[in-house]
């Protein structure tokens, strides 16, 4: 009489293995929270996007004997994204063509990275103020945070 040493696991042993990862995996998943961390990854984006137009826009400025470029009217108005003046103005759109049509302040208009913007806009806005002039970039499209915006 010969006697079997039989090895392996069984299948109970595997699925008590396999539910316990399972479940592991769920708090970990649950920790992460990953649609906030994209959030948060997107608004990172956003200022830096929003400091780059207005960079650009002070750059310009300065070359330009302290004129803005386009119209930055007084009123929050979206970016225009188009390469085109009059496509920018029947869309009632702020022109700012000259920041990237020679790619001398930027190579193209940063556009907001959820995408939900109109045609031809960039989903950020700028105004000036009426007082003092100044120049605000903002993101209307913000997740995590509270304000996105930068004033020069």
Same mark, same amino acid.
């Given at each position: 009489?010969?006697?079997?040493?039989?090895?392996?696991?069984?299948?109970?042993?595997?699925?008590?293995?396999?539910?316990?990862?399972?479940?592991?995996?769920?708090?970990?998943?649950?920790?992460?929270?990953?649609?906030?961390?994209?959030?948060?990854?997107?608004?990172?984006?956003?200022?830096?996007?929003?400091?780059?137009?207005?960079?650009?826009?002070?750059?310009?400025?300065?070359?330009?004997?302290?004129?803005?470029?386009?119209?930055? #009217?007084?009123?929050?108005?979206?970016?225009?994204?188009?390469?085109?003046? #009059?496509?920018?103005?029947?869309?009632?759109? *702020?022109?700012?063509?000259?920041?990237? #049509?020679?790619?001398?302040?930027?190579?193209?208009?940063?556009?907001?990275?959820?995408?939900?913007? #109109?045609?031809?806009?960039?989903?950020?806005?700028?105004?000036?103020?009426?007082?003092?002039?100044?120049?605000?970039?903002?993101?209307?499209?913000?997740?995590?945070? *509270?304000?996105?915006?930068?004033?020069?």
């Amino acid at each position: 009489m010969t006697i079997r040493n039989k090895k392996g696991f069984t299948l109970l042993e595997v699925l008590l293995v396999v539910a316990a990862i399972a479940i592991l995996a769920g708090i970990v998943i649950l920790a992460i929270n990953p649609s906030k961390q994209l959030g948060e990854t997107r608004d990172a984006q956003r200022w830096a996007d929003v400091n780059t137009i207005l960079n650009a826009v002070y750059q310009y400025s300065i070359d330009h004997g302290g004129n803005l470029p386009g119209d930055i #009217s007084t009123t929050a108005t979206e970016i225009c994204t188009a390469s085109a003046t #009059s496509t920018c103005v029947s869309a009632g759109l *702020t022109e700012l063509v000259d920041l990237f #049509s020679g790619e001398v302040y930027l190579v193209s208009m940063p556009t907001d990275p959820g995408g939900n913007c #109109s045609t031809n806009g960039a989903c950020y806005e700028i105004y000036r103020s009426a007082v003092n002039n100044r120049i605000t970039v903002w993101a209307p499209d913000k997740e995590q945070t *509270t304000y996105i915006g930068v004033t020069r």
